[in-house]
């Protein structure tokens, strides 16, 4: 007999994947890895065997608990899988899947609607970060209906908005954790930085591209992949992150001057495929160094676009298909903290149900 796990599955921003409660899948985490692999189909390039999309960005997990920490009324815990590894990271954050937290929440019952709006307490258990959402919730029901777009998803969806509080160092010790805003590392100059993601920022032109190329020919381009990855492992020496080669941070972002209007164009490596637009995270912490004096960002934004003047700050990322509006509110005592991101994302419920998985990945379980 097969074993039967409830799950729903849905697209959070530009991501989607299968959604747990937590006390559906094995308590210890070897157990509930091997679920999760066996979930998904990997590794698999096409992970055909499962609910995979043979995709880093259609790789992903959530799953969801009540919180018992004093003002926080969920726990969050993303994994990230990837098709061709055997890999279950529960290091790095993902605002995409974020933004499914509680819609699936509350499309389980595990907490009540508070009227025309809900707004819920989210701690994201990788790096102990917590934010606000607040999804549309008329007749007490979840609304996927609306005229919220982000660039990434097809059509238009209830809008989501994310108030992230206090993300600098999600991962490493600090915003700047090399306590620089520039550093030269392996013969080009970088901002290492930690929004809520790690990142990497470098001109595209420092690497010989000029940061417009299409992600199936930056995916193609093997010799700038393996520039970039031998950066990346010496960055995250740099940002204390250690060895770095099996983990999936810190990402690599390309920039240039802006084109269609925006702060700044990114490419984004998540870390070795060239990213569809870019992750919420990153958007924040490349939004961050925007704004950040000396900052490899600020200076090529700074060139071709005023910011503007004032807190918040809005800054417009462009990425490969379309833009991700971030707004940034500094601490007025320290330019160098940012104390509030916002911004706007989508969700929706594709499928609620049972997957089913091998018998022998989890043998305690009962049969289904």
Partial sequence: ?????????????????????????????????????????SPDRRQIDGLGGAHPLTSKVGIVRPSTTPGVDLDFLFAQLQPEQETVDT???????????VPFALETGMVAPQGE???????????????????????????????????????????????????????????LPTGRVVDVIDGIEVTCIDNGMPLVILRAADVGRSGYESVAELNADGELKE???????????????GDVGAKNYPKMTLVAPPLAGGSIATRSFIPHVCHDAIGVLAAVTVGTACVLAGSVAAAVAAAVAQLGEGNPQRVSVEHPSGEFSVELELDPANSRRVIRAALLRTARLIMRGEVMVPAGVWPGHPAG
């Fill in 117 to 175: 709006q809900t707004t819920l307490r989210v701690l994201t258990l990788n790096t102990d970060m917590q934010c606000d959402i607040t999804v549309e919730t008329p007749d007490g029901q979840v609304s996927y209906d609306g005229e919220a777009r982000i660039d990434g998803v097809p059509g238009t969806s209830a809008p989501i908005t994310i108030n992230f509080l206090d993300t600098a160092g999600s991962v490493c010790a600090g915003l």
């Fill in 227 to 241: 520039r970039i990855e031998r950066l990346r492992l010496a960055c995250g020496r740099a940002m204390g992150l």
């Fill in 1 to 41: 007999m097969q074993k039967a796990i409830k799950t729903l599955f849905m697209r959070g921003g530009t991501s989607r994947g299968p959604f747990f409660r937590e006390a559906d899948l094995p308590a210890d985490v070897a157990s509930r890895d091997r679920v999760l692999l066996a979930v998904l189909g």
């Fill in 91 to 101: 290091t790095p954050n993902c605002g995409n899947m974020l933004a499914a937290v």
